[in-house]
């Protein structure tokens, strides 16, 4: 295999150099025990606290005793909905949410429901947003928690963030939003947005992976996810991961430094990437929101063929991308979000998410073009669905 050109990023990112300085320390010069009250317990505690003023600082967050650490996003989503309901539980059993969330928070969810806790998923229109409208006409008098995601994962569409918390404050709902794929790429002020609660992912930035953050508003009410020490001020137990924290602030610090050299350099790419491919490639759908989406993630779909063997031959060829779609037990089962945007199942299966990272060069976006027309063309000629494969067919 000669060349090898990476363009899952939204599934994860290497970690970038400057992150891994940051980290090496931690793993034998700086190893105390964070709650230590020792010197070498105060050195890696010095460390944590330098984290968390990072992330503090990059999402405007008015204190850092509101950052807490945990082992990622899905840790942070499932703490926020479930830390939230049983906190909440005299005042209401009723959240609400979107049917395109991750499964961190539909599985928190349904785990709820499960225990007597009612949910609401919200639909979204063919673009992926959540209509206020909708929102406002599902809140009922036990609603605790709103919880919409920032940006969704499979199509980048941005949601409207700001207002969806507002008409969830104007109805004494807390706010909880899913940022993992928001942060380096839109402009996060929890305190202008109004956000109560938000889930942060380090491996998604360029950070290394099983650590991430809830931000939890001071003043907001939340029980423990994980019981044991006296770590995170009582709420996460857990001796502190010492060098994943400090990638992680590092991370979250580069990531909102470089947000809009790195969105323009990939607005770029993607305006190169998809002109080339609707230039040479028919019957293809972009999926997601034309303009309010993040640049570096494009989801498209290719009519008559499945987005899996496309995978395939590309990975073949060395191009890694992802598919809309998640293959579970053998059965093509189309992707959630894609189904939520009213795609049928044929466009749904057909579905291809490129996610460009920011040190692609355009020598390997012209290659993962070419291998992506050869596929696409090869699927097409063999598959019964299109009149090259009937005639292929018959003969
Ligand atoms: C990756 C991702 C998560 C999960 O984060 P982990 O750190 O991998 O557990 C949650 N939400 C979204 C939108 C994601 O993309």
């Known amino acids: 295999m000669e060349r090898r050109v990476y363009l899952d990023n939204a599934a994860t990112t290497y970690v970038s150099s400057e992150v891994l300085n940051e980290m090496l320390p931690c793993f ?28 503090c600082k990059a999402i405007n967050a008015s204190k850092p005793n509101e950052i807490y650490f945990t082992s990622g996003g899905t840790e ?54 959540v209509s206020l409208a909708s929102l406002l006409h599902n809140i009922r008098k036990d609603t605790i928690l709103v919880s919409i995601m920032s940006v969704n994962n499979e199509v980048g569409t941005i949601q409207n963030i700001k207002a969806i918390a507002k008409t969830a404050h104007e109805n ?25 609660l938000m889930t942060m992912s380090a491996h998604k930035i360029y950070g290394p992976k099983g650590v991430g953050a809830l931000y939890v508003k001071n003043g907001v009410k939340i029980d423990p996810l994980i019981d044991g020490g006296n ?45 080339k491919v609707m230039e040479r490639i028919p019957y293809v759908k972009l999926n997601g929101h034309p303009q309010q989406k993040i640049q570096g993630t494009v989801n498209l779909s290719f009519e008559l063929i499945e987005g899996e ?10 191009v890694a991308v992802s598919t809309g779609s998640a293959c579970t037990s053998g059965s093509l089962e189309p992707s959630h979000v894609l189904k939520a945007m009213g795609l049928s199942d044929e466009l749904a299966q ?7 990272g920011k040190s692609i060069s355009k020598d390997d976006v012209d290659y993962a073009i070419d291998k992506l027309a050869e596929a696409v063309e090869k699927l097409r000629s063999i598959s019964p669905l299109t009149k090259a494969g009937r005639k292929k067919e018959k003969n």
């Open 28 to 55: 034998n010069a700086v190893y105390g025990n964070s709650s230590s009250l020792h010197s070498f317990g105060r050195e890696a505690s010095h460390i944590i606290d330098r984290a968390r003023d990072r992330v």
């Open 76 to 129: 942070a989503n499932n703490w926020a909905i479930k830390g939230i309901a049983y906190a909440n539980k005299h005042k209401g059993k009723h959240i609400i949410t979107s049917q395109i969330e991750h499964d961190s928070v539909l599985e928190a969810c349904r785990a709820l429901e499960r225990e007597g806790f009612e949910v609401t998923y919200l639909p979204v229109d063919e673009y992926g947003l």
């Open 172 to 196: 004494g709902i807390l706010f909880h939003t899913d940022a993992v794929q928001a942060i380096g790429a839109v402009k996060i002020d929890v305190q202008d947005m109004e956000i109560d």
């Open 231 to 275: 770590q995170e001020r009582g709420k996460r137990g857990g001796t502190t991961n010492v060098p994943a924290i400090a990638g992680f602030g590092k991370a979250v610090e580069i990531a909102t430094r470089d947000l809009v050299v790195n969105q323009q350099k990939l607005k770029a790419i993607r305006n190169y990437f998809l002109d």
């Open 309 to 318: 063997s496309i995978l395939m031959l590309l990975d073949l060829n060395g």
């Open 350 to 356: 057909g579905s291809i998410r490129f996610s460009f």
